[in-house]
């Protein structure tokens, strides 16, 4: 009889087992260890708010500041210019570049557009930021896109109220066309709330969520697939990228313009127009931009305003909080195991009349663990096969599992 409880154990372990995997990775089941993740991180939110002392920088800043516009072609500054400072800062090789102004001259296009055009090319990935008109609530009628519809990203993995995200109203000033090739468009949104600064993570474009520049910037250094950027709204908002990386946001999706202690490395772009080796950077300056993941390069009003440096600001405080660590697939088999053989322990020792109640204080208490561990290490264990494991268990127990004293054959009377 054992063994028979065993084998039926083993083939509806094996067999649902399977099944659930193959429902997981094709993302039915997802769902499920998605909810109960927000729930873990809702609980752990001071923690994922608090920056990582410990972070290497990230993030450098590049800025074209109009008190220096004596030092430059014209200002605005033309596209040879540009040109100039993106040849300059090509050998740092940074992983992403976020150019925060809009590049755009207007018509007739300017000398040197096509060679501004190469020197993009020159880095493996590239945002380019665009000037719009945003809201809080939808507007009356269809954003004006410039026919930029089909060049703007989209987030489809969104939970909770898509709604409560901003709405993008019009685009204003994109990019010239010359300059997109391989580059992807972004908008670049900042609002002043409470004596702070705020950046829409998403955007609302009609039935669409696209992401805004921020998020584009870290999606792509954390090489984040859009299909795999998971956007949550409402409360316990954030945005759950690969690497472990969870970015926390308010309600609405805005991100909290915030830094680590040391703010961010801020670079002059005069000092990279001085030669393909940029001999005019202190070397602080060069040791910032080898170590800036990500590059932002923006202009600097006269009166010292600058959206690029709240970008990048906001960039580096996402970079430095800590990470979240998903177990990997063999830790995960390990865990899958542990679970099997308690449910066989269910099947062969536990009575029918306990099974239920025992496996619910099993699944209880393996909840209970993932709780507690993610609580105290930040690491993170997908319970839908463990819990369906002890259920299995507890129901295969029931059914099969070994009599009670109750329901044992009576025994025959000895002569006497």
Not at 77 to 88: E, K, S, V
Not at 106 to 122: H, V
Request: charged content about 20%; aromatic content about 6%; overall charge neutral.
């Amino acid at each position: 009889m054992t063994a028979l409880r065993l084998s039926i154990l083993l083939l509806c372990l094996g067999g649902g087992g399977w099944h659930l995997e193959r429902e997981r990775q094709a993302g039915r089941l997802r769902q499920v260890d998605e909810w109960f993740l927000d729930f873990l991180t809702a609980n752990a939110r001071e923690r994922l708010e608090t920056p990582d002392p410990a972070a290497a920088p990230e993030v450098a800043l590049v800025t074209l500041r109009e008190r220096d516009r004596a030092e430059y072609a014209a200002w605005p500054p033309p596209p040879l210019d540009w040109r100039t400072i993106l040849q300059g800062l090509a050998p740092f090789e940074p992983d992403v570049l976020v150019v925060a102004a809009p590049l755009n001259w207007g018509q007739p296009a300017p000398d040197f557009l096509p060679a501004l055009a190469e020197a993009l090319l020159a880095f493996p990935s590239v945002v380019l930021g665009m000037e719009a008109q945003w809201q809080d609530v939808p507007p009356p009628h269809a954003p004006f896109l410039g026919g930029l519809e089909d060049q703007l990203p989209r987030l489809s993995n969104v939970s909770g109220d898509a709604e409560l995200a901003p709405s993008l109203k019009a685009l204003v000033t994109a990019p010239d066309p010359a300059l997109l090739g391989q580059s992807e468009l972004g908008v670049l949104a900042v609002r002043a709330e409470g004596g702070g600064w705020r950046l829409p993570y998403a955007l609302r474009a009609g039935d669409a969520l696209v992401p805004a520049l921020a998020a584009q910037a870290l999606a792509r250094r954390v090489r984040t697939p859009y299909a795999l950027h998971r956007l949550r709204l409402g409360p316990g908002a954030g945005a759950f990228l690969e690497q472990g990386r969870f970015v926390p946001l308010a309600v609405n999706g805005e991100m909290r313009v915030s830094a680590p202690a040391e703010g961010v490395p801020e670079v002059s772009a005069l000092g990279l127009m001085t030669g393909t080796l940029a001999e005019g950077l202190p070397a602080v300056e060069k040791q910032a931009l080898s170590g800036g993941r990500i590059v932002v390069i923006g202009i600097e009003a006269a009166d010292g305003s600058c959206e690029a440096r709240l970008l990048a600001r906001a960039l580096a405080g996402a970079l430095a909080l800590p990470r979240l660590r998903v177990l990997t697939l063999r830790e995960q088999w390990a865990v899958w195991a542990a679970s099997g053989l308690a449910a066989a322990w269910l099947v062969l020792r536990v009575r029918r009349g306990r099974a239920l109640s025992t496996g619910a204080g099993l699944m209880f208490a393996a909840l209970v663990a993932v709780f507690l561990v993610f609580q105290s290490a930040l690491v993170w264990c997908p319970p839908t096969m463990p819990v369906f494991a002890l259920a299995s268990g507890a129901l295969i127990a029931r059914i099969f599992g070994r009599a009670g004293a109750g329901n044992a054959a009576p025994q025959p009377e000895k002569a006497p």
